[in-house]
Each structure stands twice: as structure tokens, then as C-alpha cells.
């Protein structure tokens, strides 16, 4: 009789404990088929107000998205847009990063036109070494990390995964008079200009040694060389205006990273225009 009342006891657990998941499981399924709706509404409003031609990746984080939906306040959401037209070096990558989003004015949904403030914006343009280096001139550069960064444990980049800007490896083919030879040139990275949006590369010397072209250039072309690897890159102006705090590279792209706290944003600064 016993044996019939645990067997019993044991069938109305694991009925209990089947429904229970499936109603877990059913709410992380609602839970996360609202997030993806989200953040496709998200991703074409931002391709309408920022003018793109595609859809940008976007990210909204934390778990579980609903309650932050209710709440009107998105914990962290992160954009992505490769190929972006741009004037002079053709295309660039934009990335962007806020957090503690309010959106009592926008609804969960992000309306077009609608004010975001901010508790903290990223916002960073990524340029390629190909696109550079059509830029300068040099259609074989490679851009690398200072080496005493590529050398250590951090992997070549400083905790924000960005270099520093002093140092960096150019590596390419210069089209100077009488020199044809692949080089590889320490290359310094800083902003100026009125909006501090012009990236300024200025070379310092010819590297040699491992890990480099390790080839040496003749004084009487030295400054040619030189000025093939130092040029001026107007109209560099990040993700919703943010005034850039960073210069460096991550792989062999060139970085403008800045950050700023307490902003009201609007999808349509995301391209910086």
C-alpha cells in the first residue's frame, strides 16, 4: 500500500516539476522572441534615421529583456554598422555603446525622433588598413600595434582593446621617387583640428628588426618615406557626436574611440552627421 501512495506521490512530483519547466522554458522562449523583435524594430529605425543602406547589428544585453522593457529603461544596447559610406577614405565601421537607456519618451520600441538619454555613450569609428592605405597611397599597408604591446600578455592592446597611439607599426610599400620597397615605419596617432575630427598620422622612423620589413631606407629618401606614411584625415567625427578621448589600433584597424556620460542622443547623430 505504501509502495502504491510513494509511486503515486513520485508521479504527481515529476508531473509537477515537467509543467513547471515547460512554463519556465516557455517564458525565457516569450522572453527572448521579444528581445529579437526589439531589436530588428530597432535596427530598421536606425537605418532610417541614420540614412544607412542596410540593416546595422544591434544588441540589446541584460536578461531578461521584458522587465526592462516595463520599466522603460534599457540596461546596455550596442550598434554595429561595417561599410559606411565616407567622404575621402570611402567606408568606415561604426560602433556605439549606451547605457542606462531611458525611454520614456521613446517606448521600448525606440520611436523614431525620440530623445535617449543616456547614463554613458561609447561611440568609435573603426577604419580598416585597405581603405587607409588607398588613402596614403600605399595599397599593401598593414597596420599593427607599438610593439613593446604586441610583445606583452595583454595580447597588444590595453584593457578598452585599443593600442596606444604612439608607436604603431605601418607597413607597406611607399610610391616615392626612386623607392620601391616595402618598409616598415613607426607611425604616432593624434586628433586636431576645430571639432578635433582631422586624424593626424605622423611617421617618426623607419623600424627594423623581427616582425617588421626589416629593410633600411637611404638618407637622401628618407623624408619622401616619411612623408608617405604622414597624412592628415579630416571628418572623422564618431557615433552621436562624442567627442573623441582615444586614437589606436585593434588588429590591423585604426581606432577613434571617445566616451562621454550623462547625453541626450537621437538615432539620426549615429553616423556623427
Known sequence: MFVGQNVRVRALLIGIIVILVALTGGAVGVDFGTAIYAEYRLSRTLRAEAGLGFDPWVSILGFPFIPQAMRHRYAEVEFRANGVDRPIIGEASFEATMYSIDLTQASWL?????????????????????????????????????????????????????SSSTGLVFTGTPKVAGFTRRVSVSVDLSMTG????????????????PATADRTVP?????????????????????????????????????????AEGLTLRLDQFTGS
Open 110 to 162: 525606440v520611436r523614431p525622433g525620440a530623445p535617449l538619454p543616456v547614463g554613458k555613450a561609447e561611440g568609435r569609428v573603426i577604419i580598416d588598413s585597405t581603405h587607409l592605405g588607398r588613402f596614403m597611397g600605399i595599397n599593401d599597408l598593414l597596420v599593427e600595434a607599438p610593439p613593446k604591446e604586441t610583445n606583452d600578455a595583454t595580447g597588444g592592446t590595453t584593457e578598452s582593446g585599443i
Open 194 to 209: 576645430p571639432d578635433n575630427t582631422t586624424l593626424v598620422f605622423t611617421a617618426t622612423g623607419i623600424l627594423t628588426g
Open 219 to 259: 638618407d637622401d629618401k628618407l623624408d619622401a618615406v616619411l612623408a608617405a606614411f604622414s597624412k592628415r584625415l579630416p571628418g572623422q567625427k564618431l557615433p552621436f557626436g562624442i567627442a573623441p578621448s582615444r586614437e589606436g589600433a585593434r588588429g590591423s584597424d585604426v581606432i577613434i574611440q571617445g566616451i
